[in-house]
C-alpha cells in the first residue's frame, strides 16, 4: 500500500488548511485511516481518524476544528482544518491500518507540513 499526501503549507492564525491522502494498492474493506502529526522535539500523536464505517475519532485538542472525512471509492482520506492555532503547527502524516487474516498492517505516507504563525 502506498499513501500519498497533498495539502498543508502556512497560514495564519485562525485560518483553514485541508488535507487529503490517497491510498493505492492491496486495499482491504475493512480499514481505518487517519493523520498524526509531530511537532518538532514531541512525539507523534493521533490527530484524528476514520473507520471505512465511517467512525471518527479526533484529539481533543482538534475537536470541533477539524474534520476528517473519506472517500472510500476512492481511497482517500480527507483533513479539514479551520481555527488553526500555532500549537497545530507540525508535520502531519497519513496513515493506513488493516487487518487481514489475524495480521495487522500499518501504511504511513510522507509527512506534509502545517505552519501557523503571523
Known amino acids: 500500500v502506498q499513501l500519498q499526501a497533498f495539502g498543508g503549507g502556512s497560514v495564519q492564525p485562525g485560518g483553514s488548511l485541508s488535507l487529503s491522502c490517497a491510498a493505492s494498492g492491496s486495499i482491504f474493506s475493512s480499514n481505518a485511516m487517519g493523520w498524526y502529526r509531530q511537532a518538532p522535539g514531541k512525539q507523534r500523536e493521533l490527530v484524528a481518524d476514520i473507520t471505512s464505517g465511517g467512525s471518527t475519532n479526533y484529539a481533543d485538542s482538534v475537536k470541533g476544528r477539524f474534520t476528517i472525512s473519506r472517500d472510500t471509492a476512492k481511497n482517500t482520506v480527507y483533513l479539514q482544518m479551520n481555527s488553526l492555532k500555532p500549537e497545530d503547527a507540525a508535520v502531519y502524516y497519513c496513515?493506513?491500518?488493516?487487518?487481514?487474516?489475524?495480521?495487522?498492517?500499518?501504511?504511513w505516507g510522507q509527512g506534509t507540513q502545517v505552519t501557523v504563525s503571523s
Open positions: 496513515r493506513m491500518a488493516q487487518s487481514m487474516g489475524g495480521m495487522n498492517y500499518v501504511y
